[in-house]
């Protein structure tokens, strides 16, 4: 039973709820040929459609269904640039957007040739893809979370970047980069995903990028729990000791822990410590389930994780007081 309660390691969860709404546009993103001309790529890719979301996805799909993560290059920017950035000899602020530019080009010319990039390699494509296809996009950086031991921790340095683009007047956020496994686990990927679910996992570095009605600040948004990759495809909110914007990493011995969501009659929820050796069944009322930490003796780090049979999966990590 250890050994199976142990896979709620893997950051990469399968998506329990199929969706098919953007099948048709993605079997038509994938037949689309790789090639290094993406202006020429873009046009094939957008041709079928009249509306935004439809172009948008479409180009969305390519990348992500194309491109994978070069961890190599990263290990690679790590040692010899910690900060991430990259140092522009000029004089004048022409002659540096134009390096800059030279730089974006480069990248997008050798992410699209070897099949892989980071980040940022995706984000200036999808960005020049967009505007190719007449849709006004940003190029975003700014923080991610990736392991649980980043609770609870403020950032230093930028690490991540992602995009925005405007959809019907409108602006949505992606993260393509996060994407590149979604047919994997049929899943629609982080894209046009909501922003109060968008900032579980992604801080940018200007605020106005948040989309919220009322920004966070990096402390509150540190000190959150650790949503595990992937979050996206659950659709979990009503939790206590938290609203859906704000969930504290941290929940009182003696509150009751409860959460909505929706899940099938042979799922269920539990909570684990010590790599399952540890567990506690949450129990439903209702459309919610919850658990008593007092009656479990639960304190410290504490994951709920979603089962299906032999099967588990991390949803998010909190600490118990």
């Known amino acids: 039973m250890k050994s199976q309660l142990l896979l709620f390691l893997i950051l990469s969860l399968p998506h329990l709820l199929v969706s098919q709404k953007y099948a048709d546009i993605d079997a038509h993103a994938q037949s689309v040929k790789l090639s290094k001309d993406y ?14 979301t439809a172009k948008v996805r479409a180009i969305f799909s390519w990348l992500a269904y194309n491109l994978e993560y070069d961890n190599r290059r990263l290990k690679k920017i790590t040692r010899t640039n910690k900060k991430g950035g990259q140092k522009i000899n000029a004089k004048t602020e022409a002659e540096v957007k134009a390096k800059l530019l030279a730089v974006e080009q480069e990248a997008m010319n050798r992410t699209l040739k070897k099949k892989k990039g980071v980040c940022q390699d995706f984000s200036w494509l999808f960005d020049a893809m967009c505007f190719e296809a007449g849709i006004e996009s940003e190029f975003i950086t700014g923080h991610s979370r990736t392991v649980p031991t980043e ?3 403020i950032p230093r340095d930028i690490g991540h970047a992602w995009n925005a683009a405007k959809i019907d007047g409108e602006w949505q956020l992606f993260d393509v980069t996060w994407s590149t496994d979604m047919w994997e686990h049929n899943s629609n990927g982080y894209f046009m995903l909501p922003p109060a679910e968008f900032i579980k996992s992604h801080f940018p570095n200007e605020e106005e990028w948040q989309l919220l009605d009322e920004p966070m600040d990096i402390k509150t948004w540190a000190n959150q729990a650790f949503w595990y990759k992937g979050y996206e495809r659950y659709r979990i909110g009503g939790i206590s000791a938290g609203s859906d914007k704000i969930i504290s990493s941290t929940f009182p011995r003696d509150s009751l822990f409860t959460l ?13 410590k010590n790599q399952g050796e540890k567990r ?42």
Do not use: C, H
Request: no cysteine; hydrophobic share 40%; net charge positive.
């Open 260 to 272: 909505a969501i929706a899940l099938a009659p042979n799922q269920e929820l539990y909570a684990i």
């Open 39 to 52: 202006k020429q790529a873009t046009q094939e890719l957008v041709a079928p459609y009249e509306d935004e």
């Open 280 to 321: 506690a069944k949450l129990k439903k009322v209702g459309n919610k389930y919850s658990i008593d930490f007092v009656e479990t003796k639960f304190r410290g780090k504490t994951t709920i994780v979603l089962s299906e049979g032999e099967r588990y999966w991390p949803l998010l990590d909190i600490k118990v007081r």
């Open 151 to 153: 609770m609870g921790r």
